[in-house]
T-cell receptor, first 113, second 118 residues
Framework: AQSVTQLDSQVPVFEEAPVELRCNYS??????LFWYVQYPNQGLQLLLK??????LVKGINGFEAEFNKSQTSFHLRKPSVHISDTAEYFC???????????FGKGTMLLVSP | SAVISQKPSRDICQRGTSLTIQCQVD?????MFWYRQQPGQSLTLIAT?????????ESGFVIDKFPISRPNLTFSTLTVSNMSPEDSSIYLC???????????????FGPGTRLTVL
């Protein structure tokens, strides 16, 4: 079984500032890791994923995440946020192969001018 | 990527009634899933919809309450039965394993069905 912990329920930040959203996971097997974004009243959109290879993963909208196996973390970063990045961000983990996703509780990113 | 549609997009229902939600994908997919997102909460997997056989339910979810059908590789339905206000949630379907293996282990989500039970 897997679990995901997103320690921050909300992260307020000013526009053009950098941001990091934290995600830690636990699993007894090899995992794939994902970050999804949910804009208000919309479905989920995949930001980026780690399946294997380079531990630094680049996604859409200028986001990137780094897989750290020793710390069981997959933190999401963006060097300069925009107002339009205001949304709920979910970290998720799955086992390898066709496998179900386990989601964290989500982090609300609030970007203000 | 897959294009996924859900019907209805939202509904308001009376206690004790049932609602069937449809999920349609624009290409054949191996796996289809149903999730629930309660107000202000994360997503919880209800079940995996299996083509041609009974769905696989997660702990806490039962077939009598959430019957699921998957008649082919592009379509699935979720029924929320004998609804109560606690069933008010967003219900999302997702897919994985697109034709030809493209998108393997990358789930695409539908826009969701926002259900309010009075």
């Amino acid at each position: 079984a897997q679990s995901v912990t997103q320690l921050d329920s909300q992260v307020p930040v000013f526009e053009e500032a950098p941001v990091e959203l934290r995600c830690n996971y636990s699993s007894s097997v090899s995992v794939y890791l994902f970050w999804y974004v949910q804009y208000p009243n919309q479905g989920l959109q995949l930001l980026l994923k780690y399946l294997s290879g380079s531990t630094l993963v680049k996604g859409i909208n200028g986001f990137e995440a780094e897989f750290n196996k020793s710390q069981t973390s997959f933190h999401l970063r963006k060097p300069s946020v925009h107002i339009s990045d205001t949304a709920e961000y979910f970290c998720a983990v799955s086992g390898t192969g066709y496998s179900t996703l386990t989601f964290g509780k989500g982090t609300m990113l609030l970007v203000s001018p | 990527s897959a294009v996924i549609s859900q019907k209805p997009s939202r509904d308001i229902c009376q206690r004790g009634t049932s609602l069937t939600i449809q999920c349609q994908v624009d290409s054949q997919v191996t796996m289809m899933f149903w999730y629930r997102q309660q107000p202000g909460q994360s997503l919880t997997l209800i079940a995996t919809a299996n083509q041609g056989s009974e769905a696989t339910y997660e702990s806490g979810f039962v077939i009598d309450k959430f019957p699921i059908s998957r008649p082919n590789l592009t379509f699935s339905t979720l029924t929320v039965s004998n609804m109560s206000p606690e069933d008010s949630s967003i219900y999302l379907c997702s897919v994985d394993g697109l034709a030809g293996g493209i998108g393997y282990n990358e789930q695409f989500f539908g826009p969701g069905t926002r259900l309010t039970v009075l």
